[in-house]
Structures are given as C-alpha cells and as structure tokens.
C-alpha cells in the first residue's frame, strides 16, 4: 500500500494521559498536514511540515498539542494530559511542494476516544 | 484566516437527478478549492480542484465553477446514483502560503434509487 498510513487507528485513554499517533506519509511527498475532525464537522487544520521544519503550528489546540517530523518522512502527533474534548478523528495528510502539486492525500486517521 | 461556509448541509435526491453543493470563502488570498468525498468510517478523498485561473472544470458526472469576484464556487454533480450518497466537503487554500485547507461544514448527499 503506497498511501498515508496512521497507527493507531483507534486509541482508548484515560483523561490525564499522554497518547501520541504516527503518521506515514507517501514516501516522495515533503509536505505532511495534521486535522482533527469531530463528529459532524468538516476537519480543522492543525499544523504541518514541508521536510522537516515545521512551518505553521499556530493552530495546535493548545500548549498541549505538539508534532514533529524528525527526519522529514514519518511524524508524530502527541497530546499530554488528554482532556474528554480532545476525543476526534485525527488525520494525517500529504502532498507533494509547488505550485502545481496541491492535492493533499489524507490518511485513515486515528480515532481517539477520551475517557 | 480564511472562513469557508458551505450550503446545504443535507441533500436528498432522486436517483438521475442532479445535486448542487454551494460554498463561499471569505479570503481573497485563497487560490485552491478542492472537493472532497468522505463516506462513513473512511479517509477523505477528492473527486475534484479548482485553481483560481480558472472559472469551470469538469470531470464526467462531476463539474466545479468558481465565481472569484463573489468568492463562491459550487459542485454540481448530474445522473446521481446510489453510490454518490457520502457527505462532501469544501475546502479552500492559498497554495503560495503552505496550501493549508479550510473547510466547509460538510454536505450529507443522499440519493434515493
């Protein structure tokens, strides 16, 4: 499968804890784009990378929120002390950089269910 | 920051109908607006894009125009069938500023065979 992989695809935790997701992006994109998507909604744009430098990350949900991509292929996506209202889909989506190369390819995404 | 607001958030047709999908962004800055498919428990995919240098595109069943001055763009999809039925969303980016998306409420598409 050459698409966006994320793991886990679903993740059950406790209010307080910390949890962190993987995403795997298609292997010769270099932009790589984390949404949170709640039930009913359309996803909301959380922060990306193009390599690995994250570029905007203005619109994490909250000090507690932080991604890194370290060697610019996979990235992590991680929330310390998880609160009830983090619970959402979270995708992972990747592209290609440049002008003519905009479509974004998502992931499955990981369910996060907050206990 | 951009704000994309998207009309109606259900739609119920008969199956060889056509379906209509309204969106307005408030950016002028946005240059990319991509369609996309999400059915239950799946990933979004796009069925089609739009770059601002161009006022229509279509696609077979599906077509996309996009009106700049209005700052509106719509989906029109003709000859539904069952399997159009998903919910559809709207999303707009400025590609010159890291294409990150916007987007709409979501549409629930349901056609009736």
């Known amino acids: 499968d050459t698409g966006v992989s994320q793991n886990p695809r679903h993740k059950i935790t406790k209010r307080g804890q910390n949890v962190t997701f993987r995403c795997d992006p298609i292997?010769?994109?270099?932009?790589l784009y984390w949404y949170r998507q709640t039930l009913g909604q359309g996803p909301e744009f959380l922060t990306y990378f193009q390599n690995e430098a994250q570029l905007e990350k203005s619109r994490l949900l909250s000090d507690r929120f932080s991604a890194e991509r370290p060697k610019g292929s996979f990235s992590t996506l991680e929330i310390q002390r998880t609160e009830q209202g983090d619970s959402a889909m979270y995708l992972c989506a990747s592209s290609a950089a440049g002008l003519l190369y905009n479509e974004q390819f998502f992931g499955p995404g990981t369910r996060l269910t907050v206990l | 920051g951009e704000n994309v607001e998207q009309h109606p958030s259900t739609l119920s047709v008969q199956e060889g109908d056509s379906a209509v999908i309204k969106c307005t962004y408030s950016d002028s800055a946005s240059n990319y607006f991509p369609w996309y498919k999400q059915e239950l428990g799946k990933r979004p995919q796009l069925i089609i894009d739009i770059r601002s240098n161009v006022g229509e595109k279509k696609d077979q069943r599906i077509a996309v125009t996009l009106n700049k001055t209005a700052k509106h763009f719509s989906l029109h999809i003709t000859e539904t069938q069952p399997e159009d039925s998903a919910v559809y969303f709207c999303a707009a980016s400025n590609s010159n500023a890291g294409n990150m998306l916007t987007f709409g409420g979501g549409t629930r598409l349901m056609v009736k065979p």
């Open positions: 292997s010769e994109h270099n932009r």
